[in-house]
């Protein structure tokens, strides 16, 4: 069950655990280790609210030679220090002092991490759509990297699946399979092939490999048996105990406990780390998810959220109140960025790219990226080449979400028309039209220096249909306050709203093709000083309309022939939009995007679009573009 | 807010770890199994690049067949049909289990796929579980010299004195051969017909760049291992038959161990690479090209064992350091990619880049005297 379905808890428990209440804080400090950059976020208590004051960053630590996660940590806190000439951590530099003194420490201090590849899981069911995927959500859901899928019909023959067991180091497993009484044949037969492989973990080495088993109740008598020696069993409700309903939560619960127990302890540094935090460390995808589903919680509505990172790129959706995480392992702007590259190919990365570029150096220039993941680009060329791999990776991360964000397959469903039995096979849920909200975060959205940049990469990728508002995390800490929200909510609320969730504005994207050029729909703006801004939109065409954050305007859009603006073809929507520091877009570039194939035709229609919207120092970028 | 405090640097701080390269340091590698086993050296032993120093038996690939539904048989029944029982040794084509009725005019036979044992018989899912005799594996030194920890049922740490040169990027894994610089300086490139048949067995350093053809002909002519300044991404795609999507090498198999020294591209090899390499023409080195891309990284490695200039540094005191004015830096970034330099200043304020993003920068004097801006990511410390 979602937050938006259940309502906000705080953890009691950890509450109880604070050294400090929280009415007396003054200061708090987060931090998220990533897979490249440790993150560090100084919250402080003024005029009895709380604000974001300041940001440290520095390498992470936690491979080999350093292999102690805390001295990023002390590194990006050093920073902070630096800033604020407040101490943070204590005398000998060693830790973080708690609480705040009166003169140097903080009151509160969590983090999460993604450091070392994150959470790493394999899971196994019967059926690859029944429950096999409901393992996959299950993991994905506690924020996990799942490295494999395994499943009796999935096409590989035991040997190839036993193979790829032992090749994978995993942190933990998930065993699904069966309904309550049903067959248990099944779920002993993937159990044979999980024994048989005997996988090793990740760390730790000597321990137990820990497997949840969340499959047939009937069959936990054997799979107790089975398992024994060799494996770290932990038994949880089935979280598919019948084909019409999935129950993840325990899953998720205890993934979360192994988590904690097993791969952070043995991770380097983790034990000290986690000496020094008021809460227990929460995976970045998990905490991040917070923060996307307190932004549906607030604004009671489908949400579509992105965290684009390092290594991995994790999608949210809360559709309905349903919320379904998605993490891409592999798609990411530095350590991963020629995974990219790989998955989406040249000329798809090349397309978003309004200047000459040949092939060659493009690919030196992101392996260059992938073997120096912590630089930044410091050329306006370099900024350009990456967003427009930001762009195709989200492109990739949301394709990817949707394989994940469906219906319950396998369930019966009773065509009324035809008076039929069919079972549900929907491909997802996932259409753009139904989502009115896009967030974005992650290093390379939070600190594009035009917030149209982000705009643009989100609407790129993403492509919203119909009236959609758009907002990113100002400077990465969406991970921060979502951890913090656990305990002191509040706090986390207030800093979120004022400071971290940025309202970039509202585009608006009615859906259909036509020729370039054709006058597909009008726009008409009632705007605050009470004149109105009326827009005829040729397709091919993007434009913005200013409108400062917090002003809400009438818009009514009227599409014309073969056009949809979310009511319908050619019906006029009658809506109130939203501004932002981008303000109100106006997309008739249609929908589906398709890019002109032709390359100077491409170059010319991308030049356009970026002067329309501001979206690069215009001097540089022309003279980038004529070069 | 509190007062300034004195463990306060009044210098800003930046901490940048950087490839390192030394002409004489101890290096310390620690050699342990994949799997817990026996370590076959003592403390205080000698020993050589191919020395094996531990040793483990790793589970045999286990096969999995459908023994019931072969004999005809519901699950259940299946033990009572074994002829081989959980851990009796077989041999392959041996019949393990055998449906015999009506006086013997019905005969099924289940034959083990493979020589080993049987791990499991399930009457459950009615199938078998047979496992080929254990692998062993071993582990050798790697660099010649003292063993100077045993990690017992694990591995040791073997310490020497060398020349210690970190690459950026590498493909394939641990090898040793002789030194064979083929470049006379470290701007030029490794041409195919510099590769000679005499090559074969060595490690060849070459200059900022090599071809694909080079490659193809070096491990044609069999040269274990090439060390050079650059490599074109496109070059190592069709060399590798697919392109590395992130940069967890060491497992190649590609006939040779390549180490990129600088990135790619063509890129002058760093003249203090180029100079110390040159000066162990001729010795035999060991190379690693394992490369593993995150925060702390693993980056490829050559180490060159030598008896001169023994120095004692602390790793941890070097992890601590950080940069300073008159650090030496190498910019990792355009507009200045591949440029050697020296920390002039560390401006606390964030400052504008041409991408109008505001950044924590730093000034560094670049070789030819000019001063130039750059964000502090974008550069790396030459160890010294």
């Given at each position: 069950?979602?937050?938006?379905?259940?309502?906000?808890?705080?953890?009691?428990d950890?509450?109880?655990?604070?050294?400090?209440?929280?009415?007396?804080?003054?200061?708090?400090?987060?931090?998220?280790?990533?897979?490249?950059?440790?993150?560090?976020?100084?919250?402080?208590?003024?005029?009895?609210?709380?604000?974001?004051?300041?940001?440290?960053?520095a390498?992470?630590?936690?491979?080999t030679?350093?292999?102690?996660?805390?001295?990023?940590?002390?590194?990006?806190?050093?920073?902070?220090?630096?800033?604020?000439r407040?101490?943070?951590?204590?005398?000998?530099?060693?830790?973080?002092?708690?609480?705040?003194?009166?003169?140097?420490g903080?009151?509160?201090y969590?983090?999460?991490?993604?450091?070392?590849?994150?959470?790493?899981?394999?899971?196994?069911?019967?059926?690859?759509?029944?429950?096999?995927?409901?393992a996959?959500?299950?993991?994905?859901?506690?924020?996990?990297?799942v490295?494999?899928?395994?499943?009796?019909?999935?096409?590989?023959?035991?040997?190839?699946?036993i193979?790829?067991?032992?090749?994978?180091?995993?942190?933990?497993?998930?065993?699904?399979?069966?309904?309550?009484?049903?067959?248990?044949?099944?779920?002993?037969?993937?159990?044979e092939?999980?024994?048989?492989?005997?996988?090793?973990?990740?760390?730790?080495?000597?321990?137990?490999m820990?497997?949840?088993?969340?499959?047939?109740?009937?069959?936990?008598?054997?799979?107790?048996?089975?398992?024994?020696?060799?494996?770290?069993?932990?038994?949880?409700?089935?979280?598919r105990?019948?084909?019409e309903?999935?129950?993840?939560?325990?899953?998720?619960?205890?993934?979360?406990?192994?988590?904690?127990?097993?791969?952070?302890?043995?991770?380097?540094?983790?034990?000290?780390?986690?000496?020094?935090?008021?809460?227990?460390?929460?995976?970045?995808?998990?905490?991040?998810?917070?923060?996307?589903?307190?932004?549906?919680?607030?604004?009671?509505s489908?949400?579509?959220?992105?965290?684009?990172?390092?290594?991995?790129?994790?999608?949210?959706?809360?559709?309905?109140?349903?919320?379904?995480?998605?993490?891409?392992?592999n798609?990411?702007?530095?350590?991963?960025?020629?995974?990219?590259?790989?998955e989406?190919?040249?000329?798809?990365?090349?397309?978003?790219?309004?200047?000459?570029?040949?092939?060659?150096?493009?690919?030196?220039?992101?392996?260059?990226?992938?073997?120096?993941?912590?630089?930044?680009?410091?050329?306006?060329?370099?900024?350009?080449?990456?967003h427009?791999?930001?762009?195709?990776?989200?492109?990739?991360?949301?394709?990817?979400?949707?394989?994940?964000?469906?219906?319950?397959?396998?369930?019966?469903?009773?065509?009324?028309?035809?008076?039929?039995?069919?079972?549900?096979?929907?491909?997802?849920?996932?259409?753009?039209?139904?989502?009115?909200?896009?967030?974005?975060?992650?290093?390379?959205?939070s600190?594009?220096p035009?917030?149209?940049?982000?705009?643009?990469?989100?609407?790129?990728?993403?492509?919203?249909?119909?009236?959609?508002?758009l907002?990113?995390?100002s400077?990465?800490?969406?991970?921060?306050?979502?951890v913090?929200?656990?305990?002191?909510?509040?706090?986390?609320?207030?800093?979120?709203?004022?400071?971290?969730?940025?309202?970039?504005?509202?585009?608006?994207?009615?859906?259909?093709?036509?020729?370039?050029?054709?006058?597909?729909f009008?726009?008409?703006?009632?705007m605050?000083?009470?004149?109105?801004?009326?827009?005829?939109?040729?397709?091919?065409?993007?434009?913005?309309?200013?409108?400062?954050?917090?002003?809400?305007?009438r818009?009514?859009?009227?599409?014309?022939?073969?056009?949809d603006?979310?009511?319908?073809?050619?019906?006029?929507?009658?809506?109130d939009i939203?501004g932002?520091?981008?303000?109100?877009?106006?997309?008739?570039?249609?929908?589906?995007?398709?890019?002109?194939?032709?390359?100077?035709?491409?170059?010319?229609?991308?030049?356009?679009?970026?002067?329309?919207?501001?979206?690069?120092?215009?001097?540089?970028?022309t003279?980038l573009?004529?070069? | 807010m509190?007062?300034?405090?004195?463990?306060?640097?009044?210098?800003?701080?930046?901490?940048?770890?950087?490839?390192?390269?030394?002409?004489a340091?101890?290096?310390?590698?620690?050699?342990?199994?994949?799997?817990?086993?026996?370590?076959?050296?003592?403390?205080?032993?000698?020993?050589?690049?191919?020395?094996?120093?531990?040793?483990?038996m790793?589970?045999?690939?286990?096969?999995?067949?459908?023994?019931a539904?072969?004999?005809g048989?519901?699950?259940?029944?299946?033990?009572?049909?074994?002829v081989?029982?959980?851990?009796?040794?077989?041999?392959?084509?041996?019949?393990?289990?055998?449906?015999?009725?009506?006086?013997?005019?019905?005969?099924?036979?289940?034959?083990?796929?493979?020589?080993?044992?049987?791990?499991?018989?399930?009457?459950l899912?009615?199938?078998?579980?047979a496992?080929?005799?254990?692998?062993?594996?071993?582990?050798?030194?790697?660099?010649p010299?003292?063993?100077?920890?045993?990690?017992?049922?694990e591995?040791?740490?073997?310490?020497?004195?060398?020349?210690?040169?970190?690459?950026?990027?590498?493909?394939?894994?641990?090898?040793?051969?002789?030194?064979?610089?083929?470049?006379?300086?470290?701007?030029?490139?490794?041409?195919?017909?510099?590769?000679?048949?005499?090559?074969?067995?060595?490690?060849?350093?070459?200059?900022?760049?090599?071809?694909?053809?080079?490659?193809?002909?070096?491990?044609?002519n069999?040269?274990?291992?090439?060390?050079?300044?650059?490599?074109?991404?496109?070059?190592?795609?069709?060399?590798?038959?697919?392109?590395?999507?992130?940069?967890?090498?060491?497992?190649?198999e590609?006939?040779?161990?390549?180490?990129?020294?600088?990135?790619?591209?063509?890129?002058?090899?760093?003249?203090?690479?180029?100079?110390?390499?040159?000066?162990?023409?001729?010795?035999?080195?060991?190379?690693?090209?394992?490369?593993?891309?995150?925060?702390?990284?693993?980056?490829?490695?050559?180490?060159?064992?030598h008896?001169?200039?023994?120095?004692?540094?602390?790793?941890?005191?070097?992890?601590?350091?950080?940069?300073?004015?008159?650090?030496?830096?190498?910019?990792?970034?355009?507009?200045?990619f591949?440029?050697?330099?020296?920390?002039?200043?560390?401006?606390?304020?964030?400052?504008?880049?041409?991408?109008?993003?505001?950044?924590?920068?730093?000034?560094?004097n670049?070789?030819?005297?000019?001063?130039?801006?750059?964000p502090?990511?974008?550069?790396?410390?030459?160890?010294?």
């Open positions: 069950m979602s937050i938006v379905q259940r309502g906000w808890v705080e953890d009691e950890s509450i109880s655990k604070l050294k400090i209440k929280r009415d007396k804080m003054r200061y708090i400090l987060a931090t998220d280790v990533g897979s490249t950059t440790t993150k560090a976020r100084f919250f402080m208590k003024t005029n009895e609210e709380w604000r974001y004051v300041a940001s440290g960053e390498p992470s630590t936690v491979e030679p350093y292999e102690d996660v805390t001295m990023g940590v002390l590194n990006a806190v050093r920073e902070i220090e630096e800033l604020l407040h101490q943070i951590m204590n005398d000998k530099g060693t830790g973080i002092k708690i609480p705040f003194d009166g003169e140097k903080v009151d509160l969590c983090t999460t991490s993604s450091a070392g590849g994150g959470l790493q899981m394999t899971v196994a069911g019967n059926i690859s759509s029944m429950t096999a995927e409901s996959n959500r299950a993991a994905l859901g506690a924020g996990a990297i490295m494999d899928i395994m499943a009796t019909d999935d096409g590989r023959p035991d040997y190839t699946k193979t790829r067991l032992r090749s994978l180091r995993p942190d933990m497993l998930v065993l699904a399979g069966g309904t309550d009484g049903g067959t248990v044949k099944l779920v002993i037969e993937m159990s092939v999980i024994r048989a492989a005997k996988p090793k973990p990740r760390f730790g080495k000597g321990y137990k820990p497997l949840i088993f969340a499959g047939n109740k009937e069959a936990r008598p054997e799979i107790k048996e089975f398992f024994a020696g060799d494996f770290d069993l932990s038994i949880v409700d089935n979280l105990p019948s084909l309903r999935e129950v993840i939560e325990p899953t998720r619960r205890a993934v979360h406990e192994l988590f904690m127990e097993h791969v952070m302890s043995h991770a380097p540094g983790y034990t000290r780390l986690a000496g020094w935090t008021d809460l227990d460390i929460m995976p970045t995808p998990a905490a991040e998810g917070l923060a996307i589903q307190l932004i549906a919680y607030i604004n009671k489908n949400v579509l959220g992105v965290g684009l990172g390092g290594a991995t790129t994790n999608v949210y959706s809360i559709y309905e109140g349903r919320f379904v995480r998605s993490v891409s392992a798609l990411g702007m530095s350590y991963s960025i020629c995974n990219v590259l790989k989406s190919s040249i000329e798809n990365i090349k397309r978003w790219i309004p200047f000459e570029i040949n092939d060659k150096e493009l690919e030196n220039r992101l392996y260059n990226k992938m073997i120096r993941p912590t630089t930044i680009p410091q050329t306006l060329e370099e900024l350009v080449i990456e427009a791999v930001a762009r195709e990776a989200l492109r990739l991360g949301l394709e990817h979400h949707k394989s994940i964000a469906t219906r319950l397959k396998g369930v019966k469903v009773v065509d009324r028309d035809l008076g039929d039995i069919r079972y549900e096979v929907e491909e997802t849920y996932i259409k753009m039209i139904n989502f009115h909200i896009i967030a974005g975060t992650g290093g390379l959205l600190h594009a035009r917030r149209a940049q982000s705009f643009m990469i989100l609407t790129d990728a993403f492509q919203p249909e119909g009236i959609t508002k907002f990113q995390d400077v990465f800490m969406m991970p921060h306050l979502g913090l929200s656990t305990v002191y909510k509040d706090a986390a609320w207030n800093i979120f709203d004022k400071d971290c969730l940025v309202r970039l504005g509202t585009i608006i994207a009615p859906i259909g093709i036509a020729k370039e050029g054709e006058h597909v009008d726009v008409t703006l009632e605050p000083d009470g004149n109105n801004v009326e827009v005829k939109m040729n397709f091919g065409e993007i434009r913005r309309i200013p409108l400062p954050e917090g002003n809400e305007v818009a009514v859009i009227s599409p014309r022939r073969g056009f603006a979310g009511s319908g073809p050619k019906i006029p929507v009658t809506s939203s932002g520091s981008v303000g109100v877009v106006i997309d008739a570039r249609g929908r589906p995007l398709i890019l002109p194939e032709e390359t100077e035709e491409r170059k010319k229609k991308l030049a356009e679009w970026i002067h329309s919207l501001e979206m690069y120092p215009p001097e540089q970028i003279k573009m004529e070069k | 509190s007062q300034q405090k004195k463990r306060l640097s009044k210098e800003a701080y930046a901490y940048t770890p950087g490839l390192k390269i030394k002409e340091m101890i290096v310390s590698k620690t050699r342990i199994l994949p799997i817990t086993g026996e370590v076959l050296v003592e403390k205080g032993d000698m020993v050589d690049f191919d020395t094996i120093v531990a040793r483990a790793t589970l045999g690939d286990p096969y999995i067949f459908e023994a539904n072969l004999l048989l519901h699950p259940d029944e299946l033990p009572q049909h074994m081989k029982k959980v851990g009796d040794e077989i041999k392959k084509d041996e019949i393990v289990a055998q449906y015999i009725a009506f006086w013997g005019l019905i005969k099924r036979f289940v034959k083990s796929p493979i020589d080993g044992f049987i791990e499991n018989v399930s009457p899912s009615g199938r078998i579980t496992r080929e005799q254990p692998i062993p594996i071993e582990v050798k030194a790697y660099i010299g003292e063993v100077v920890e045993i990690i017992p049922n591995g040791v740490v073997i310490e020497t004195n060398a020349t210690f040169i970190q690459g950026i990027f590498g493909i394939g894994g641990g090898k040793h051969g002789r030194l064979k610089v083929i470049v006379d300086s470290p701007d030029e490139s490794i041409k195919e017909n510099t590769l000679k048949p005499e090559y074969k067995g060595m490690i060849v350093v070459g200059g900022s760049f090599i071809t694909l053809e080079a490659m193809r002909k070096a491990i044609e069999g040269v274990i291992g090439i060390i050079v300044g650059g490599i074109d991404s496109s070059d190592l795609t069709k060399l590798l038959g697919y392109r590395i999507g992130v940069a967890i090498t060491g497992e190649e590609i006939g040779t161990t390549l180490i990129v020294t600088e990135g790619f591209g063509k890129m002058g090899m760093s003249h203090r690479t180029f100079e110390y390499l040159k000066l162990s023409e001729g010795k035999e080195v060991a190379i690693n090209g394992a490369t593993q891309i995150r925060a702390g990284v693993l980056r490829p490695e050559v180490i060159i064992p008896s001169r200039l023994r120095k004692v540094i602390s790793e941890s005191s070097e992890i601590v350091g950080g940069m300073k004015s008159g650090t030496s830096v190498r910019i990792i970034r355009e507009p200045y591949g440029r050697i330099g020296t920390v002039v200043s560390l401006p606390v304020e964030l400052q504008k880049a041409e991408t109008e993003s505001l950044v924590r920068v730093i000034e560094v670049i070789d030819d005297g000019e001063i130039v801006m750059v502090r990511a974008n550069v790396e410390i030459i160890e010294e």
